[in-house]
Each structure stands twice: as structure tokens, then as C-alpha cells.
């Protein structure tokens, strides 16, 4: 079974705080892993790819552990434009399955 | 820069009836799908398509469902008959090397 559990929040933290989201997934069979944001009412937009030694672009850390099979998002400094649903999305060869989402609301 | 585009933004449709939703991936794009979300709920994979062939499908692409590449540029999703819970966002993306995907706006189906 493929599964990816994010808690859905929502996150409501202040403008300027730090925040971090986790993913699980079930399969290890896993080969790619994401961070995508979506806007309400909107497509998913790619944030990052997650890489097995992790990778930083500017404000976002993201951080994967294979062993216990979950994923990370970090935002520092977090922005109003910040506020969406974070959903973390995990790859099985073709097929590409998204958790339900973690929303954050990024308060002034 | 290049996107991926759908077609129409919104349909209408009453149930039973066939409905195609268009997409045009972005050029030089490979592989392509089409995922569907009901309102308020996630993001779900319906299907991918490459070298002119389904790849891989979900339990949720049943017999009603196709697709198509009838040309170099669209990629369509035919529902033969709608349901009312096929009411629902389809989206459609494209990626190179089956990785980092792109999607497109949507299209709002709405079943009646």
C-alpha cells in the first residue's frame, strides 16, 4: 500500500517565525520526493525536490530520512505570501502519490 | 517560461454524458498525467502516459475513463459517461524525466 500522512494543521504562526512540516510514507520502495504548494482553488506549484543529503533554497530546508521513511520541510522567516498548503508528494516509478496536505497561515 | 495549459477553465456537464478535458503539455516534455481532487480533499492520480501509452493507472481510472495523445501538442481525458462524483479539479502535468512535475491550471468539472 502506498500511503503519505501528513498532519493537515493548520499551522497559524506569525509573520518572521520558523516552522516545519512532516511527511511519512509507508512504501520504501520509494524513489522521489517533493515539497509542492498549493494555493487555494489553485494547481500545485513545485517547491523543491528532497534529496537523500538534504537541500536548502534560501528560506526552505527540506531534509529526508530514508530509514524512518518521512520527510521534512523547514521555513525560516516565514512571509504572509507563505500561507498555502504545503502537500508532500512521493514517488513510485510512474506513479506519483501526494499526502492531503499541511496548511499554514502566516499571520501579521 | 513554459507552462502547461488547460482547456476549458470550467465544464459543465449533466450525468451520463461524455466529457474531454484538454491539455497541452509543455514541449519538450515526455511524460504526462492527469490527477483529479474533489473539493477539499487531495490530490489524487488517475493516470501517466508515455511513448504513446499508459504507463501506470490508479483503481480510480476504471473503464470510463481514457486518454489520448492525438496529436504532438494535446493530451486529453475523455469521461465516457460522468457520474455526479466525478465532480471534481482535473489537473494535468508534464515532466522530462518522470520527476519534477508540472501542472497545469485545471479544469473544474462539475457533473449535474
Known amino acids: 500500500r502506498k500511503e503519505v500522512e501528513q498532519d493537515p494543521g493548520p499551522f497559524n504562526v506569525p509573520e518572521g517565525a520558523t516552522v516545519a512540516f512532516n511527511c511519512t510514507y509507508s512504501?520504501?520502495?520509494?524513489?522521489?520526493f517533493f515539497w509542492y504548494r498549493q494555493d487555494c482553488r489553485k494547481e500545485p506549484k513545485l517547491l523543491m525536490s528532497?534529496?537523500?543529503s538534504g537541500n536548502e533554497d534560501g528560506r526552505f530546508t527540506a531534509q529526508l530520512n530514508r530509514a524512518s521513511q518521512y520527510i521534512s520541510l523547514l521555513i525560516r522567516d516565514s512571509k504572509l505570501s507563505d500561507s498555502a498548503t504545503y502537500l508532500c508528494v512521493v514517488n513510485y516509478g510512474q506513479n506519483f502519490v501526494f499526502g492531503p496536505g499541511t496548511r499554514l497561515s502566516v499571520l501579521p | 517560461e513554459p507552462e502547461v495549459t488547460q482547456t476549458p477553465s470550467h465544464q459543465v456537464t449533466q450525468m451520463g454524458q461524455e466529457v474531454i478535458l484538454r491539455c497541452v503539455p509543455i514541449?519538450?516534455?515526455?511524460?504526462f498525467y492527469w490527477y483529479r481532487q474533489i473539493l477539499g480533499q487531495k490530490v489524487e492520480f488517475l493516470v501517466s502516459f508515455y511513448n504513446n501509452e499508459i504507463s501506470e493507472k490508479s483503481e480510480i481510472f476504471d473503464d470510463q475513463f481514457s486518454v489520448e495523445r492525438p496529436d504532438g501538442s494535446n493530451f486529453t481525458l475523455k469521461i465516457r459517461s460522468t457520474k455526479l462524483e466525478d465532480s471534481a479539479m482535473y489537473f494535468c502535468?508534464?515532466?522530462?524525466?518522470?520527476?519534477?512535475?508540472?501542472f497545469g491550471p485545471g479544469t473544474r468539472l462539475t457533473v449535474l
Open positions: 528532497v534529496y537523500s
Open positions: 514541449s519538450n516534455h515526455l511524460y
Open positions: 502535468a508534464s515532466t522530462r524525466e518522470a520527476n519534477e512535475q508540472f
Open positions: 512504501n520504501s520502495a520509494s524513489q522521489s
